[in-house]
């Protein structure tokens, strides 16, 4: 815990020093026409730059267009009228003239774009690091203490290294809030890297869908910023996208802390009902629970439809049902069942053996969930699962 | 200002007027197999024109579907993302490889290219049939490929996606567009080789038409950029089949070694749209302002000079792709390079303008229409050079903005002005003016709310690609969506006006505009060796000799008058 601590505050002392960069006090500079808010150390610059280029082409859009429409009204000719035979073939000066004005004002917009460019490249060399992993169609972020989350939670004020990977095909990394982005390419590791000094409060509620599970930590209100992939990646492609939280140092490290732990609280008896459904939403964008199948077969009887396969049993491949689903979320190619695609990602390094029990027991129990939002049915008692003894509690 | 006396005859209309009116290149034979078989460059250009307008209809219909789930975030018209995804890549591939790519140089080309070098044919007009046939095998393809499963990669097919897709067409439509970019290969050698080889005499380099220029510069990008595209597609099929493992990284390939072989080809690809596009753009603005085309060299330069910095800005596609930062930085400072000969030749077309006597034909109407839009997508491209601000538009509907601006709103626009403009020589029938240039208003108009709206889309998030997003861009992606339903009601109108003219549009006159180039001085439509004997060549920007014909309602050369054809004629005042 102090150890961390440690390391974010020397790791923030050092970027500052490093980059010279001012910490703002007043907040992200708002939404304008052109350029959603900007949130981060490097989009004052970047937003500059668009302005500077801007403005260079309302000044060139009207000056052409201008004297397009001048001309063709003050030379308009109607037929049977004579020709004009009074006009300039040629005038290399202006000719040279309007080739050397283009050409300086790209060269400066080209200073002008480098100069901002290598901020946006060069991470500080003692960034905070998070991992994260794409595959189709979720992010995965890994922190330096094991804790994992599906929402990028940063530490604000202080320089942010994102180490990309792909599981699968390419994916890119986008926070237009933060003007950054980057390609996720399979077989490289990428970086994307930015600073926000300014929090957010942690998730209240998820608005893309106000029913949908979420963490079970102390609620706030704030300002997320969207984070989307933009390298296209199929069918999910347009689901791929999560929020982005920035926490002041000390909640950060204690949401760290915390979200290393969440499930370690849970009693063993008690995971397939606190741990299931927010498992269950990384598993939604293929599989239902209502018996519409998707990319993947539906949950519903899924239990009783693998225990039919002749592969299960005792004495055949997967000796019990757990088998196959444990085998079926670590190697998910082992043994596809047509017609399903052999699509879905590993969970391998992902989900530990508690987990994997946690998504066994809410197979178990779908009796028990919604079919829509995957959560527990509200007539029972959120702590127990049990029916609720009365309207009054 | 006075009118011209009529002349009552001239050389030129001599020739015109001693031919039987009925035989021209549509009726000198006739039958189907006369078409099917046909070595004449100009009905292969004409199938060439109804084959890539059909496609045009289809790909439109596919953006149509496009733009109207995107009315609604979430589901609107299909429940399916993959058929979504289907949608976006037919469309591009189609727009991309089936009608742009060949709508001007194999469409337009093939016909006017040898008549304004007043030669009978093309240099080769067997690999001419041979390369529309191979256009067609491409078409047929497509279809096989949307039977067989369709695709979902996108039309750019990037690794390893494209490689694992689970869509069956992928290898169909790869097939196709590997014997399409033959095609292409084969419709640019003859024309370099008509262009060198079939000059008539007196027609120097610089005395060529501008859109000779233009198409010259593109048939150069297509024999050299094409093969490179032709392999990274041989490649690509047969990682998807044996998997080789060149693009795949588990087996130490690199998805972006294909990037960069992909944009090798596409970045010069974009040029054989624009370039051109460009060439009828300077055919239409000097003939209809009367005058010389303003610096004549330095469009002819920018054309070549466009053509060759084509071939090394493809890295400007991957500046988040993982390329290193010096990479990025040397691409970045070679795109601007390409942004000064593009500028040249707009401020040219402007200056032309200056001291011309502008006629507002229909073909005129979609020249402005095309610098309008032209300028928008040019300077926007100077946000997407610029390495900072890219990161941030690069993969946004900014990017879908600005390349639907140049690809569409310049390439096909100049492509529809084109044929507003040699309709009536390829056809004999003139078209109602009126109707052609209310529809190029309403396109002018649709296209402005379509696609303006995406640069604010783009620049405030939304990633392009995407079925579904966020509520706060929904007022944009509806004032685009009615402006493509605006767009598609101006194509309908045009096509009205066009076809109209099959019924009941009078006769063309040979020169209805006022042209010098020599496609304007053999009959309209022009017979089917184009001309008896070798034409003169005059200054082909000189219209001081362009006289008006109220009997014909057309114009005509009076040559007697140009002292470069008739040395007896009075020497003019210099210029």
Same mark, same amino acid.
């Given at each position: 815990?102090?150890?961390?601590?440690?390391?974010?505050?020397?790791?923030?002392?050092?970027?500052?020093?490093?980059?010279?960069?001012?910490?703002?006090?007043?907040?992200?500079?708002?939404?304008?026409?052109?350029?959603?808010? #900007?949130?981060?150390?490097?989009?004052?610059?970047?937003?500059?730059?668009?302005?500077?280029?801007?403005?260079?082409?309302?000044?060139?859009?009207?000056?052409?267009?201008?004297?397009?429409?001048?001309?063709?009204?003050?030379?308009?000719?109607?037929?049977?009228?004579?020709?004009?035979?009074?006009?300039?073939?040629?005038?290399?000066?202006?000719?040279?003239?309007?080739?050397?004005?283009?050409?300086?004002?790209?060269?400066?917009?080209?200073?002008?774009?480098?100069?901002?460019? =290598?901020? %946006?490249?060069?991470?500080?060399?003692?960034?905070?690091? %998070?991992?994260?992993?794409?595959?189709?169609?979720?992010?995965?972020?890994?922190?330096?203490?094991?804790?994992?989350?599906?929402?990028?939670?940063?530490?604000?004020?202080?320089?942010?290294?994102?180490?990309?990977?792909?599981?699968?095909?390419?994916?890119?990394?986008?926070?237009?809030?933060?003007?950054?982005?980057?390609?996720?390419?399979?077989?490289?590791?990428?970086?994307?890297?930015?600073?926000?000094?300014?929090?957010?409060?942690?998730?209240?509620?998820?608005?893309?869908?106000?029913?949908?599970?979420?963490?079970?930590?102390?609620?706030?209100?704030?300002?997320?910023?969207?984070?989307?992939?933009?390298?296209?990646?199929?069918?999910?492609?347009? /689901?791929?996208?999560?929020?982005?939280?920035?926490?002041?140092?000390?909640?950060?490290?204690?949401?760290?802390?915390?979200?290393?732990?969440?499930?370690?609280?849970?009693?063993?008896?008690? =995971?397939?009902?606190?741990? #299931?459904?927010?498992?269950?939403?990384?598993?939604?964008?293929?599989?239902?629970?209502?018996?519409?199948?998707? %990319?993947?077969?539906?949950?519903?009887?899924?239990?009783?439809?693998? /225990?039919?396969?002749?592969?299960?049993?005792?004495?055949?491949?997967?000796?019990?049902?757990?088998?196959?689903?444990?085998?079926?979320?670590?190697?998910? #190619?082992?043994?596809?069942?047509?017609?399903?695609?052999?699509?879905?990602?590993?969970?391998?390094?992902? =989900?530990?053996?508690?987990?994997?029990?946690?998504?066994?027991?809410?197979?178990?129990? =779908?009796?028990?969930?919604?079919?829509?939002?995957?959560?527990?049915?509200?007539?029972?008692?959120?702590?127990?699962?049990?029916?609720?003894?009365?309207?009054?509690? | 200002?006075?009118?011209?006396?009529?002349?009552?005859?001239?050389?030129?209309?001599?020739?015109?007027?001693?031919?039987?009116? &009925?035989?021209?290149?549509?009726?000198?034979?006739? *039958?189907? $197999? &006369?078409?099917?078989?046909?070595?004449?460059?100009?009905?292969?250009?004409?199938?060439?024109?109804?084959?890539?307008?059909?496609?045009?209809?289809?790909?439109?219909?596919?953006?149509?579907?496009?733009?109207?789930?995107?009315?609604?975030?979430?589901?609107?018209?299909?429940?399916?993302?993959?058929?979504?995804?289907?949608?976006?890549?037919?469309?591009?591939?189609?727009?991309?490889?089936?009608?742009?790519?060949?709508?001007?140089?194999?469409?337009?080309?093939?016909?006017?290219?040898?008549?304004?070098?007043?030669?009978?044919?093309?240099?080769?007009?067997?690999?001419?049939?041979?390369?529309?046939?191979?256009?067609?095998?491409?078409?047929?393809?497509?279809?096989?490929? $949307?039977?067989?499963?369709?695709?979902?990669?996108?039309?750019?097919?990037?690794?390893?996606?494209?490689?694992?897709? &689970?869509?069956?067409?992928?290898?169909?439509?790869?097939?196709?567009?590997?014997?399409?970019?033959?095609?292409?290969?084969?419709?640019?050698?003859?024309?370099?080789?008509?262009?060198?080889?079939?000059?008539?005499?007196?027609?120097?380099?610089?005395?060529?038409?501008?859109?000779?220029?233009?198409?010259?510069?593109?048939?150069?990008?297509?024999?050299?950029?094409?093969?490179?595209?032709?392999?990274?597609?041989?490649?690509?099929?047969?990682?998807?089949?044996?998997?080789?493992?060149? @693009?795949?990284?588990?087996?130490?390939?690199?998805?972006?070694?294909?990037?960069?072989?992909?944009?090798?080809?596409?970045?010069?690809?974009?040029?054989?749209?624009?370039?051109?596009?460009? *060439?009828?753009? &300077?055919?239409?603005?000097?003939?209809?302002?009367?005058?010389?085309?303003?610096?004549?060299?330095?469009?002819?330069?920018?054309?070549?000079?466009?053509?060759?910095?084509?071939?090394?800005?493809?890295?400007?596609?991957?500046?988040?792709?993982?390329?290193?930062?010096?990479?990025?930085?040397?691409?970045?400072?070679?795109?601007?390079?390409?942004?000064?000969?593009?500028?040249?030749?707009?401020?040219?077309?402007?200056?032309?303008?200056?001291?011309?006597?502008?006629?507002?034909?229909?073909?005129?109407?979609?020249?402005?229409?095309?610098?309008?839009?032209?300028?928008?997508?040019?300077?926007?491209?100077?946000?997407?050079?610029?390495?900072?601000?890219?990161?941030?538009?690069?993969?946004?509907?900014?990017?879908?903005?600005?390349?639907?601006?140049?690809?569409?709103?310049?390439?096909?626009?100049?492509?529809?002005?084109?044929?507003?403009?040699?309709?009536?020589?390829? @056809? *004999?029938?003139?078209?109602?003016?009126?109707?052609?240039?209310?529809?190029?208003?309403?396109?002018?108009? *649709?296209?402005?709310?379509?696609?303006?709206?995406?640069?604010?889309?783009?620049?405030?998030?939304?990633?392009?690609?995407?079925?579904?997003?966020?509520?706060?861009?929904?007022?944009?992606?509806?004032?685009?969506?009615?402006?493509?339903?605006?767009?598609?009601?101006?194509?309908?109108?045009?096509?009205?006006?066009?076809?109209?003219?099959?019924?009941?549009?009078?006769?063309?006159?040979?020169?209805?505009?006022?042209?010098?180039?020599?496609?304007?001085?053999?009959?309209?439509?022009?017979?089917?060796?184009?001309?008896?004997?070798?034409?003169?060549?005059?200054?082909?920007?000189?219209?001081?000799?362009?006289?008006?014909?109220?009997?014909?309602?057309?114009?005509?050369?009076?040559?007697?008058?140009?002292?470069?054809?008739?040395?007896?004629?009075?020497?003019?005042?210099?210029?």
């Amino acid at each position: 815990m102090s150890t961390i601590h440690q390391a974010l505050s020397s790791a923030a002392a050092k970027a500052h020093a490093l980059t010279g960069l001012a910490q703002a006090a007043d907040g992200p500079t708002p939404r304008t026409f052109w350029m959603p808010e #900007g949130a981060s150390t490097i989009a004052p610059g970047v937003d500059h730059t668009l302005d500077v280029i801007n403005w260079i082409c309302y000044v060139f859009f009207a000056l052409i267009l201008g004297l397009m429409v001048f001309f063709v009204a003050k030379y308009r000719h109607r037929r049977g009228e004579r020709f004009r035979t009074e006009y300039p073939h040629h005038n290399t000066p202006l000719e040279v003239t309007w080739s050397i004005i283009p050409t300086i004002i790209v060269i400066g917009i080209f200073v002008v774009g480098f100069r901002s460019y =290598l901020d %946006i490249y060069t991470a500080p060399k003692n960034a905070f690091d %998070i991992k994260a992993t794409a595959q189709k169609w979720a992010w995965q972020f890994q922190y330096p203490n094991g804790a994992q989350s599906d929402d990028l939670y940063v530490p604000a004020g202080k320089p942010v290294r994102i180490v990309l990977r792909s599981s699968d095909v390419l994916h890119s990394f986008y926070i237009p809030d933060f003007r950054v982005k980057r390609d996720v390419v399979p077989g490289r590791y990428t970086y994307a890297w930015f600073q926000c000094d300014h929090p957010t409060g942690m998730p209240g509620k998820d608005v893309r869908d106000p029913n949908a599970a979420t963490v079970d930590l102390p609620l706030g209100e704030g300002q997320r910023h969207a984070l989307y992939c933009t390298e296209y990646c199929g069918t999910g492609h347009s /689901k791929m996208n999560r929020f982005v939280y920035v926490l002041d140092e000390a909640s950060f490290a204690q949401w760290m802390v915390d979200q290393s732990q969440w499930m370690d609280k849970i009693p063993e008896e008690e =995971l397939w009902f606190k741990a #299931g459904p927010k498992l269950f939403s990384r598993c939604s964008q293929c599989h239902s629970l209502d018996g519409t199948n998707g %990319i993947g077969p539906s949950w519903k009887g899924i239990v009783e439809r693998v /225990k039919g396969y002749d592969f299960v049993g005792e004495g055949r491949k997967y000796g019990t049902w757990e088998d196959y689903v444990r085998t079926s979320i670590l190697v998910p #190619g082992e043994y596809v069942v047509p017609p399903y695609a052999n699509a879905m990602p590993t969970f391998k390094g992902q =989900l530990n053996d508690k987990a994997i029990d946690a998504v066994i027991g809410y197979m178990q129990n =779908l009796d028990k969930l919604d079919p829509k939002t995957g959560k527990l049915l509200p007539t029972l008692d959120p702590q127990t699962a049990q029916p609720a003894t009365g309207a009054a509690k | 200002m006075t009118t011209i006396p009529l002349p009552t005859s001239g050389p030129v209309r001599d020739t015109i007027e001693a031919r039987p009116e &009925s035989d021209n290149y549509l009726t000198h034979t006739r *039958g189907v $197999l &006369s078409w099917v078989f046909t070595l004449d460059h100009k009905r292969i250009g004409v199938m060439y024109m109804w084959s890539v307008l059909a496609s045009f209809l289809l790909g439109g219909t596919f953006a149509l579907l496009l733009r109207t789930e995107l009315l609604t975030p979430g589901p609107t018209i299909t429940a399916s993302a993959d058929t979504y995804n289907q949608w976006f890549t037919l469309h591009g591939a189609i727009m991309v490889f089936l009608v742009i790519i060949p709508s001007i140089p194999a469409a337009l080309g093939n016909v006017i290219l040898p008549i304004m070098l007043g030669a009978k044919d093309v240099a080769f007009p067997r690999l001419n049939l041979f390369s529309y046939y191979l256009w067609v095998t491409g078409a047929v393809l497509c279809v096989v490929s $949307l039977a067989m499963g369709g695709f979902d990669t996108g039309w750019t097919f990037y690794t390893p996606y494209s490689t694992t897709t &689970s869509t069956g067409g992928v290898i169909p439509v790869l097939t196709a567009v590997f014997i399409l970019g033959f095609s292409s290969i084969f419709t640019g050698l003859n024309f370099v080789v008509t262009v060198h080889k079939l000059r008539p005499p007196g027609m120097t380099w610089f005395r060529m038409p501008l859109f000779l220029w233009a198409l010259y510069a593109t048939a150069i990008i297509q024999v050299l950029a094409t093969p490179v595209l032709g392999i990274t597609l041989l490649l690509l099929i047969v990682e998807r089949t044996v998997n080789i493992g060149i @693009f795949n990284p588990q087996m130490g390939g690199d998805p972006v070694l294909y990037q960069h072989f992909f944009w090798f080809y596409s970045h010069p690809a974009v040029y054989i749209m624009i370039l051109p596009a460009m *060439g009828i753009i &300077s055919e239409i603005i000097a003939i209809n302002s009367h005058r010389s085309i303003f610096g004549y060299r330095f469009i002819a330069f920018s054309s070549i000079a466009i053509a060759m910095f084509s071939f090394i800005v493809w890295g400007h596609h991957m500046f988040t792709s993982g390329q290193s930062a010096l990479l990025n930085t040397l691409f970045s400072a070679i795109s601007f390079s390409v942004a000064i000969p593009s500028a040249v030749k707009v401020f040219n077309w402007v200056a032309t303008l200056y001291k011309g006597s502008v006629s507002l034909t229909t073909p005129m109407w979609y020249a402005l229409a095309f610098l309008f839009l032209f300028t928008i997508g040019g300077l926007t491209g100077l946000h997407l050079a610029t390495l900072s601000t890219d990161v941030h538009l690069h993969d946004t509907y900014f990017v879908v903005a600005h390349f639907h601006y140049v690809m569409m709103g310049s390439a096909l626009i100049a492509m529809i002005g084109g044929l507003h403009h040699w309709w009536p020589k390829m @056809f *004999g029938r003139m078209y109602d003016e009126r109707l052609g240039t209310i529809a190029c208003w309403i396109i002018f108009i *649709g296209f402005n709310m379509t696609f303006f709206t995406q640069f604010m889309l783009g620049s405030q998030g939304m990633p392009r690609r995407y079925y579904d997003y966020q509520p706060e861009f929904q007022t944009y992606h509806v004032i685009s969506t009615i402006g493509s339903y605006v767009m598609a009601l101006g194509f309908l109108t045009t096509a009205v006006s066009l076809f109209g003219s099959f019924f009941g549009g009078h006769k063309a006159p040979a020169n209805p505009w006022g042209g010098r180039s020599l496609e304007w001085q053999c009959a309209s439509p022009p017979p089917f060796d184009n001309f008896a004997k070798t034409p003169r060549v005059g200054d082909c920007y000189d219209f001081s000799v362009v006289r008006w014909d109220e009997k014909t309602g057309g114009y005509w050369v009076d040559e007697s008058a140009d002292p470069e054809v008739n040395p007896a004629a009075a020497p003019r005042a210099a210029h």
